[in-house]
């Protein structure tokens, strides 16, 4: 019991630190104003993706035939690796970073154990009810904040910009759990982190490859546009996905999704200090329900007491059998 409890701790912590790099990518983009959605998440999930390939190149060729027995898996996470980066920053993009960020990071421990459930026939626990909730919630807040707060940009937003931008939003929640999931089975099916992640990430770096050679000219530009570029694609994603992945080794995908919702919080802490940008107080209001959040899925869980019983001996003092005591009732969810 203690070791599972360490070993999820250690996995939930792996996932925060992970949702702290991703939180730093809305600012770098900032440095970087004239390269286009599509170009930034390219060179984002795609140079990260094949590198955590390239790293993982020893254990994937050792591990290739568990991979190929698992060939379904790897496609639908790696197509989902690829699709998730132009879903998100182009709903950020066409609804606002708000919107976007809400609908696209809110959105993905629904779908993530909507997967669960229909893949794996999960359970949802009371626990991670109220985590979600709670994090949803200070999303929702956040979002309502920034929204708020907003005095720069563009004030107007056509309507089908908008129902365009929150569904893209969608797409990358589902695109997100998917690939999650995706990582999740894998590593639990015997294949390691990293043979597991570099090979769906490397998959999906391949086929974000023709849309960065599309548009990633800015990024050649100027000097701060490639050092944007190169940050995106080593720091949050190629880094963040490691961590991420060790993170899945030890937490179901929707706890992890869940744990990400952090992502938004710090992003927004990041504005004010970096960016300048100001926070209403129902912003703060929100970063610290997300951080209750987190404390509702990470403080360690007490172990339920055992009824202490005799041992089974098989048979009663007259040597007449004794049945085998019936199994507890598992009440934790």
């Known amino acids: 019991m203690t070791g599972m409890t360490g070993s999820t701790g250690v996995g939930s912590l792996c996932v925060l630190l992970a949702s702290v790099l991703w939180g730093t990518t809305g600012t770098a983009a900032t440095f970087a104003p004239d390269v286009g959605p599509l170009a930034i998440g390219a060179v984002a999930m795609g140079c990260g993706g094949l590198l955590q390939a390239l790293v993982a190149v020893p254990r994937i060729r050792r591990e290739a035939p568990a991979l190929r027995r698992r060939r379904g898996v790897v496609l639908l996470g790696g197509a989902a690796v690829g699709a998730y980066p132009l879903a998100f920053y182009s709903s950020m993009h066409l609804a606002g ?57 563009p004030a107007t937003r056509s309507t089908g910009s908008i129902v365009l931008g929150v569904g893209l939003g969608l797409v990358a929640g589902l695109t997100y759990a998917l690939y999650s999931w995706a990582a999740h089975r894998l590593i639990s099916r015997g294949v390691s982190s990293a043979a597991a992640m570099g090979t769906v990430f490397g998959l999906g770096g391949v086929l974000l490859m023709p849309v960065l050679l599309a548009t990633g000219a800015p990024l050649l530009d100027s000097r701060s546009n490639a050092a944007v570029g190169a940050y995106m694609a080593l720091v949050p994603m190629f880094i963040g996905y490691v961590l991420f992945g060790w993170g899945l080794a030890h937490v179901p995908a929707s706890t992890a999704t869940t744990l990400s919702l952090l992502e938004p919080a710090v992003a927004a802490v990041l504005a004010v200090l970096v960016v300048g940008e100001r926070l209403p107080a129902l912003g703060w209001a929100g970063i610290a329900s997300v951080v209750c959040c987190l404390a509702v899925l990470t403080a360690p869980t007490a172990p339920r007491p055992r009824t202490t019983t005799p041992p089974h001996t098989g048979a009663h003092a007259d040597g007449r059998p004794q049945p085998d005591p019936a199994p507890a009732l598992d009440t934790t969810r």
């Open 97 to 153: 970073v708000a919107a976007g960020t809400v609908v696209s990071i809110g959105s993905a421990p629904l779908a993530s154990a909507l997967v669960e459930r229909v893949m794996d026939g999960r359970r949802l626990t009371r626990r991670w009810t109220a985590g979600a909730a709670l994090g949803l919630t200070g999303t929702v807040l956040l979002c309502a904040a920034e929204s708020a707060g907003a005095h720069s940009g």
